[in-house]
């Protein structure tokens, strides 16, 4: 292995690494913090978002959270409740988490994009060489915590490509205005694809396609039983109990105020995925045919995860194999945030406080750093 020289180093040094500066990343500053590393040379966190608030930043403007404001915080300070609504909007999110940042003087350096994480040689003890947008950092341990928002996934079907009309997914979608009058296929049976067809269907003629048909759940169901749900799952499988399912075993479409009301319109009808796309629409197998201006792809996310591929991690399931947060093939990596493969509920505003408190604890020991008194 390649060592790099000191000149590609560009002069940046810290203990911790964190790439992402959305939820996870700040939950990371926050328990760092707490373990006594110091904001700046003790850890920074690099985010490309030029602004605070992460991916809730460019979500949809109609998008609110499935929890009262106290079930959805992260750790030391309780979420403000949003005046006015039981379940705060994206908005107040972001607002959230910029002031979060703020309160706890997190050392975020926005826009910068963090490309590869490679190791400096073969010491295993050795440091961590991170190329950024700004030059190369050296660090003794890095957290990724980039989420998913930056690699949505379209999956590929016949006819993609000679397709007329306009094809986009999720993460471009933010106001139903423009389709007015349009003919829309939604495609997608998970709470994107619900939530978007509630409100399109109010300003356009829309069509639900899903792979199996969309199972909803229980009116009174919302993140916080989610949480709980997936909580216990985890424990059941820590302590080799039968696996329950976890939120999966429930249902897949949470029935917030929008879909609750598209229901009562009837809208909350799915049919089967189409086999292909047509010129002009989409087709079925029967030969079914149907004229399309739009089809919008609600098919969610892959973790982001591009900055790794030098390490060459293992991976299963289509992600690298973790030990808890750890990374089995580097303990120097965490991975933070990503989905129940990281820690129960951790894509989760209050699912990813805890799951980063178990990380920096691993972090602290391991560059043999003794916690410090808590931060207020």
């Known amino acids: 292995m390649t060592a790099l020289t000191g000149a590609e180093v560009s002069g940046y040094d810290v203990d911790v690494l964190?790439?992402?500066?959305?939820?996870?990343?700040?939950?990371?500053g926050y328990h760092l913090q707490r373990a006594g590393f110091v904001p700046g040379s003790g850890y920074v966190v690099l985010d490309a978002n030029l602004s605070p608030g992460g991916s809730w930043q460019h979500m949809w403007e109609s998008l609110h959270l499935f929890s009262p404001a106290g079930y959805s915080s992260l750790p030391g300070w309780l979420m403000p409740p949003s005046e006015g609504e039981d379940f705060p909007p994206a908005a107040h999110v972001v607002d959230y988490l910029s002031r979060y940042e703020q309160r706890y003087g997190l050392p975020v350096h926005h826009g910068i994009r963090a490309d590869a994480v490679r190791r400096a040689d073969d010491d295993p003890t050795g440091r961590l060489f991170v190329e950024t947008t700004v030059g190369t950092w050296s660090a003794q341990a890095v957290v990724s915590a980039t989420g998913t928002w930056g690699r949505p996934f379209i999956p590929r079907y016949p006819g993609m490509d000679t397709f007329t009309g306009r094809q986009l997914h999720s993460a471009d979608y933010s106001l139903p205005e423009p389709f007015a009058g349009q003919r829309v296929v939604v495609v997608g049976g998970g709470n994107t694809g619900a939530q978007l067809l509630a409100e399109l269907s109010l300003v356009a003629d829309t069509t639900w396609v899903t792979l199996r048909p969309p199972r909803f759940l229980p009116d009174d169901v919302d993140?916080?039983?989610?949480?709980?749900?997936?909580?216990?799952?985890?424990?059941?499988?820590?302590?080799?109990?039968?696996?329950?399912?976890?939120?999966?075993?429930?249902?897949d479409v949470v029935m917030v105020p929008p879909v609750h009301r598209a229901r009562d319109r009837g809208v909350l009808v799915a049919e089967a995925m189409f086999d292909r796309l047509t010129p002009t629409g989409v087709a079925w197998a029967d030969g079914t045919e149907r004229p399309v201006d739009v089809v919008l792809w609600c098919t969610g996310f892959r973790p982001d995860l591009g900055h790794l591929s030098p390490l060459g991690l293992r991976r299963q399931d289509g992600h690298p194999v973790t030990v808890g947060t750890r990374a089995a093939d580097e303990p120097r990596l965490h991975l933070l945030g990503y989905g129940d493969w990281t820690g129960p509920a951790s894509a989760t505003l209050i699912g990813v406080g805890r799951t980063a408190r178990d990380a920096t604890r691993q972090v602290a020991q391991l560059l043999g750093k003794e916690p410090a008194s808590p931060v207020r």
């Open 223 to 251: 993140g916080r039983v989610l949480f709980d749900v997936a909580t216990a799952r985890r424990k059941a499988l820590d302590s080799g109990q039968r696996d329950t399912g976890g939120v999966t075993s429930l249902g």
């Open 18 to 28: 964190v790439i992402g500066g959305g939820q996870a990343g700040l939950a990371a």
